[in-house]
């Protein structure tokens, strides 16, 4: 079956502990995105990766890092200088980045708790 | 700065009627739109798509309508049922990834 993959679906850390969250997909796409939800919020881009090697800040990037090695992998690490780190976190994929890059395919997201 | 506003938080309506879901947006221009659903706990599931020069698009009981005058897109759920509640988000595209509003929770009452 094709589709995105995060793992786990609940994680419990103590603050001041840096925590990674998983992301893996083999829809063979370009372009991978990482966005936060709270209650009210909507979704906020964190990072996104157009291709290996390459990713860009999103609007609150401050507290995360990313990494893409591989095609298909693009783990989100949640640091201790993240200061409300408390929510559910979402990985998503396109086919390619830019304006056409069509719509995106959504993993079941992980909830972070952090206390 | 962007502004992406979708008419309500919730909306309530009887089995049956057509629900319709209101997405307005300032100082943007996207080149195309995109609608979600999102089931509580789970990631948001695509619907459909509407590119800038395109005025409508159908799938099913779903449409789409687009108007860059108004900058505003429709959504309509035609003769609803209990299983299309759900939260739904719509997201706008330029050069950068989706931008997405904070959704409208639609309860189908039977």
């Known amino acids: 079956d094709g589709g995105i993959t995060q793992s786990p679906k609940y994680l419990f850390r103590k603050e001041g502990q840096n925590v990674t969250l998983s992301c893996e997909q083999n829809?063979?796409?370009?372009?991978m995105y990482w966005y936060r939800q709270d209650p009210g919020q909507g979704l906020r881009l964190i990072y996104y990766?157009?291709?290996?090697?390459?990713?860009q800040k999103g609007d609150i990037a401050e507290g995360y890092s990313v990494s893409r090695e591989k095609k298909e992998s693009f783990p989100l690490t949640v640091t201790s200088a993240q200061k409300n780190p408390t929510a559910f976190y979402l990985c998503?994929?396109?086919?390619?980045?830019?304006?056409?890059?069509?719509?995106?395919?959504f993993g079941p997201g992980t909830r972070l708790t952090v206390t | 700065s962007q502004k992406i506003e979708q008419n309500s938080e919730a909306l309530n309506i009887q089995e049956g009627k057509t629900a319709t879901l209101t997405c307005n947006y300032t100082?943007?221009?996207?080149?195309?739109l995109q609608w979600y659903r999102q089931d509580p706990g789970r990631g948001p599931v695509f619907l459909l798509l509407?590119?800038?020069?395109?005025k409508e698009k159908r799938k099913e009981r779903l449409k789409v309508t687009f108007d860059t005058t108004l900058k505003q897109s429709l959504f309509h759920i035609t003769a609803s049922q209990p299983a299309d509640s759900a939260t739904y988000l719509c997201?706008?595209?330029?050069?950068?990834?989706?931008?997405f509003g904070k959704g409208t929770r639609l309860s189908v009452i039977a």
């Open positions: 997201g706008l595209r330029r050069n950068t990834p989706l931008v």
């Open positions: 998503a994929s396109s086919i390619r980045g830019g304006p056409r890059g069509g719509e995106q395919y």
């Open positions: 509407i590119r800038e020069n395109e």
């Open positions: 100082n943007y221009s996207p080149a195309y």
């Open positions: 990766s157009q291709i290996v090697n390459d990713f």
């Open positions: 829809l063979n796409h370009d372009a």
